[in-house]
């Protein structure tokens, strides 16, 4: 299994970062842009630096520069994609069985929700990825999901379609259980919105759709 770690340009807590990488290791780090900053003060090494470093410090650029075996990707800042989907096409293309997006949550909501697109991609290909901040912890899922409360995130899990439809949900071993429900963007938006485990194991089930995974802590 390997695993990718992308550090992109949104704002990131470096106290956060710094105890989380500590119970992580990754055989592959992609620095995004002004992510190399984030990278820099986190006194790690990219294998790859990409973007169109229209918001990085040059200074922090050139300081990149120095190391021989860092594989650089520079774009032109006039393109289809963003920086963050230039990345997460390099991690696939290193054929990563699990990505992790840090950074890609705080400032802008426009990048924020490009970036929660981008996990589509990693499901079309089988791909494990994540979005992880202080507070949140987000994925899609396609498919039945068991999860334990010993490994959550936060106390709060809520699903949001990510098609136009999810049918069938089932909750099990959750605070509100549901049968059999169908779900639609845009309506009963609180339906399956901060729920909470009352057992150790809880499941997911579903027939067809996918699904926003966030789980949460205040």
Known sequence: MKRCLIVTGGKLDLAFARSFLK???FDKVIAVDRGLEAVKALEMIP???VGDFDTVQNQVVEEFRKIPYIVWE?????????DTEL????????????????????????????????LYGCMQKEVQAW???????IYLVDQETSFSK????????????????????????????LYKKDIRRGEEAGLCISNELVEEEA?????????????SRD
């Not at 520079?74 to 963003?82: L, S, W």
């Not at 499941?203 to 789980?215: K, T």
Request: glycine share 8%.
């Open 131 to 137: 979005i992880v901040d202080p507070w949140n912890k």
């Open 23 to 25: 119970k992580e290791t």
């Open 150 to 177: 010993a490994r959550l995130w936060g106390k709060y899990v809520s699903f949001l379609p990510y098609t136009e439809k999810v049918t069938g949900i089932t909750l099990k071993g959750f605070k509100y259980p």
């Open 47 to 49: 294998d790859y630096i």
């Open 74 to 82: 520079k774009h032109r800042p006039e393109k289809n994609e963003t």
């Open 203 to 215: 499941v997911l089930e579903f027939e067809d759709g996918v699904l926003v995974c966030v789980e």
């Open 87 to 118: 990345a997460r096409n390099r991690a696939l293309a290193l054929a990563c069985s699990q990505i992790v997006f840090l950074g890609a949550t705080g400032g802008r909501a426009d990048h924020m929700l490009g970036n929660i697109h981008l």
